[in-house]
């Protein structure tokens, strides 16, 4: 089942915060992050295993709850760059489930 | 750049037609992918492959038919599409596939820039 993100738009002014929600039926082993600009692939931003961590790329970082079966992306002083739909994939079960993507989060920057 | 390459970038095809789609990754990976996405839904997967075997069919329609010969490339050839089959066709690739042994961070995908499908 795929995992739910929230919200589905946000539009912020440059150097806004913004959080990125994906929440999960099912108890989670890894969740991924991804950006996509409008025409291009998916990028990569991190992955965040079982455990609770957070981790951190720049300004954006992510945080993994466990218990809530939830991660979170933060965004913090968003640049024009950050524009674009966020997917968080996530995979349920070590070894035997495949990695599935939320609905996506579109973010606008606006100067 | 991604490491992961697809071809053509754009592609319209009547209903009658047959094309390929082409992947090719330069990462080194034995897992790849082929994922459907259409407007307002989620990526959608529709094959997976590891070490040239397919390990995934996600109920797709027998009109796409995948090929991988081997790790490096996967085809995705289409015949007697439909309109609603026009989207974005991305190709991805992992050091593994899941399921097959790996950790999280193995089964990271790295994405093509995807063949926009046009079906007419």
């Known amino acids: 089942q795929q995992p739910v993100q929230s919200p589905q738009a946000v539009i912020l002014r440059e150097g806004e915060d913004a959080v990125i929600n994906c929440s999960s039926s099912k108890a989670l082993y890894s969740v991924h992050w991804y950006r996509q600009k409008h025409g291009e692939a998916p990028v990569f931003l991190m992955i965040l295993l079982k455990g609770g961590e957070q981790k951190g790329h720049e300004k954006i970082s992510a945080s993994f709850n466990e218990k809530k079966q939830q991660s979170s992306l933060y965004l913090t002083a968003s640049q024009l760059s950050y524009s674009g739909t966020y997917f968080c994939g996530t995979v349920v079960n070590f070894g035997n489930e495949k990695l599935t993507f939320g609905t996506g989060t579109r973010l606008t920057i606006i100067p | 750049e991604t490491g992961v390459t697809q071809t053509p970038r754009h592609l319209v095809m009547g209903m009658t037609n047959k094309k390929s789609l082409k992947c090719e990754q330069h990462l080194g990976h034995n897992a790849m992918y082929w994922y459907k996405q259409s407007a307002k839904k989620p990526l959608e997967l529709m094959f997976v492959?590891?070490?040239?075997?397919?390990?995934e069919n996600n109920s797709v329609p027998s009109r796409f038919s995948p090929e991988c010969p081997n790790s490096s490339h996967l085809f995705l050839h289409l015949h007697t599409l439909q309109p609603e089959d026009s989207a974005l066709y991305l190709c991805?690739?992992?050091?593994?596939?899941?399921?097959?042994?790996?950790?999280?961070?193995?089964?990271?995908?790295?994405f093509g820039p995807g063949t926009r499908l046009l079906v007419l």
């Open positions: 991805a690739s992992s050091q593994v596939a899941p399921g097959i042994g790996g950790t999280g961070n193995q089964e990271t995908q790295y």
């Open positions: 492959y590891s070490l040239e075997e397919r390990v």
